[in-house]
């Protein structure tokens, strides 16, 4: 990273297979992470995105000592840090709840920080944070009477206060109301770019981490389901779940056969619908779960393989519309989004088709992509 | 109904008028024994039997009640019993709240196997009759030499101090947010000092609440100083009692006197700390 102003020292971050399992006598034991493995670079900002209960905040309190790791190696940079206790790992962590001391008012708790290990320049170094965050008018209050979208600020400001190695935020968006949230995400990928931290953000909001993250793990149930780029994550799902979990309006999924031709391969579903799919390695014949997005959901020409659906409704959003579609022998309804002035009325059939490379196929067993 | 109603005014109907009626005659109902104790605490002796609301009312029974003459007359030492009943239950409070916060912190913070099982056994001491433990206790204590001494006192009134300190303080902790400790455990500090310098100040309010009705609920007690006391550690309920005496020898107006006494210091604290007490009584369930 050559844009780091501040955070020099922004530390690479290693996960080496690491678990956590759960042991309660007389039960099963839970595993609630399942051997992560993760590479971050220096200054990237990670966001680790899943369903409640996938393990993405477990694993965020493993990598901060808040919670002990069963087996597997944490590295922040070239030092190993899984048996040190929180304090010693030099990482920031902004809490879902903030985290701040009632009692103290907002420059009292970002000196509290710095307190225990007796920095030198403490007040000093706290208004210097308050400048660059924009909260000076703010040192003198007491958190009670901040708004959450100022708490979010002070809490960032407590974490890098002690100017961490890495910094570790859960669910920094999730108790803002929809306009602050919007406001805030901004700031915050501002903010991370110009103090270049490397950065993970646990988020269980697709669109938080999409718009936030260079890098994003989808995880469901204690394992990574794919790692890569939000582009990668949304243009190319490796799975169902990834595919089903990332994009708004959601993905539609229905059953369908794939059938081999010598142009390409088209799936059939329903009782006459087609569309044509890139997937090479699908068979002859195999059965399949079609994924396709609203979004790649077109109307179709002439000469194309179509699904030929029945138009159960249509909403005007202005920018957009939505058709909500039932396709003759295809269990369940698709959604289909479509561009401003193509007005579907109920009733209506009409043909829809997407690009090949946009009719995701899957293992309907394993959900793995099939391409 | 005949006149108009202001708007927003309240209106009463003849069923609210009811209502506040049953209230007031429940009011006069359950006041009046405390009224006429103190009546009968103003009156003097040759007074104490005559239930005319006419007499001329003296003073000197709380004077004759806390000084030797009191003593001298009954044998009773009250102003001893009131010392006694200061140290035995400051004493099982202190005790309480030194093994109970960290305790309740315990509790409060972590799952174990039969935590909630250690939590029912803290809270049946509340519900076991007393008498049930008594004679044993009794026995016990005359063996090891701790009977009518403060120290027995103390140890035997954890009983009913322990549970509400542990009840109520854990509720307490419950409420706070646990990352407020992991955050300090981030900043460098040690799970010791987190506990002492970020949970502990928060919690307060709560310690002072515990402590205030556990204290309420020692000096009210009166079968473990009854059964376990004879005149050294004896306590105001105690003491009370014993200015009836026995065989005509019984002095109502001192008796009512000396009650009003006793009755004193845990109407001021329940006055002072009325506000955390509705929170404590319901062993915190309701939320602050």
Redesign the interface.
């Given at each position: 990273m050559t844009t780091a102003v501040t955070a020099t020292d922004a530390a690479p971050l290693t996960l080496t297979d690491v678990r956590k399992t759960y042991l309660?006598?007389g039960r099963e034991p839970f595993e609630a992470v399942k051997g992560m493995s993760m590479d971050i670079r220096p200054g990237e900002l990670i966001a680790l995105l899943g369903p409640s209960g996938c393990g993405k905040t477990t694993t965020l309190r493993m990598i901060?000592?808040?919670e002990t790791v069963t087996s597997g190696a944490i590295a922040i940079g070239d030092r190993q840090v899984q048996d040190l206790?929180?304090?010693?790992?030099d990482?920031?962590?902004g809490?879902?709840?903030y985290?701040l001391?009632?009692?103290l008012n907002v420059r009292e708790n970002l000196a509290?920080?710095?307190?225990?290990?007796r920095v030198r320049g403490a007040a000093r170094q706290v208004d210097q944070l308050a400048a660059r965050l924009e909260m000076s008018d703010l040192l003198d209050q007491r958190p009670a009477s901040l708004s959450s979208g100022q708490k979010q600020r002070v809490a960032l400001a407590?974490a890098l206060i002690?100017n961490p190695r890495v910094l570790l935020l859960d669910e920094p968006l999730s108790h803002l109301d929809a306009a602050q949230r919007q406001r805030v995400r901004r700031e915050l990928k501002v903010l991370q770019r110009e103090f270049g931290y490397t950065t993970i953000v646990v988020t269980h909001d697709q669109l938080e981490a999409l718009s936030l993250a260079d890098r994003m793990a989808v995880m469901n149930a204690g394992v990574i389901e794919q790692f890569g780029t939000p582009d990668e994550i949304y243009d190319d799902p490796a799975n169902m779940f990834v595919a089903d979990f990332v994009g708004e309006p959601k993905i539609n999924l229905f059953e369908g056969t794939a059938v081999r031709r010598s142009g390409g391969t088209v799936v059939r579903a329903g009782r006459d619908g087609r569309l044509a799919a890139y997937a090479p390695a699908a068979t002859d014949g195999q059965a399949v779960t079609v994924g396709l997005r609203p979004q790649d959901a077109r109307p179709a020409h002439d000469d194309e393989p179509a699904l030929a659906a029945r138009v159960v409704v249509y909403e005007d959003f202005m920018e957009f519309g939505l058709a909500t579609l039932e396709v003759p022998g295809v269990d369940g309804r698709i959604v289909a989004q479509l561009p401003h002035g193509v007005r579907w009325r109920r009733g209506e059939t009409r043909r829809i088709a997407a690009r090949p490379d946009r009719v995701y196929l899957f293992d309907t067993e394993t959900g793995t992509r099939i391409r | 109904m005949a006149r108009e109603m202001m708007p927003g005014r309240r209106r009463f109907t003849a069923g609210s008028v009811g209502a506040d009626l049953l209230i007031l005659l429940w009011f006069v109902f359950s006041l009046f024994p405390i009224v006429w104790m103190v009546l009968l605490a103003l009156k003097t002796r040759s007074q104490q039997t005559s239930t005319y609301f006419a007499f001329s009312p003296t003073l000197e029974n709380f004077g004759t009640v806390m000084s030797r003459r009191g003593e001298d007359l009954t044998s009773v030492n009250f102003s001893g019993a009131l010392l006694s009943s200061v140290l035995n239950c400051g004493g099982a409070v202190l005790v309480s709240l030194l093994i109970g916060i960290p305790a309740a912190y315990a509790a409060g913070r972590w799952k174990y196997r039969g935590s909630e099982d250690l939590m029912f056994q803290m809270l049946s001491f509340r519900f076991a009759p007393e008498l049930m433990v008594v004679v044993p206790l009794f026995v016990i204590y005359n063996q090891t030499g701790l009977f009518d001494t403060t120290y027995g006192m103390i140890w035997v009134l954890q009983l009913v101090t322990m549970p509400l300190v542990v009840w109520i303080l854990r509720s307490y902790f419950q409420d706070l947010s646990p990352e407020l400790e992991q955050a300090a455990l981030l900043d460098g500090y040690t799970r010791r000092r987190a506990f002492v310098m970020v949970a502990l100040p928060l919690v307060r309010p709560g310690i002072a609440a515990a402590a205030l009705l556990a204290f309420i609920f020692a000096w009210n007690n009166y079968v473990f100083p009854l059964i376990l006391t004879d005149s050294e550690a004896t306590t105001v309920t105690v003491a009370v009692t014993k200015f009836l005496g026995g065989g005509g020898q019984a002095y109502y107006n001192l008796t009512a006197a000396a009650a009003l006494i006793g009755a004193l210091p845990p109407l001021v604290l329940a006055l002072t700390i009325q506000r955390y007490l509705v929170r404590g009584l319901s062993f915190g369930a309701v939320k602050a």
């Open positions: 309660a006598r901060a000592g808040l206790p929180p304090g010693k790992r990482i920031g962590v809490f879902e709840s985290a001391y009632p009692p509290y920080g710095l307190k225990a290990r407590r002690r | -």
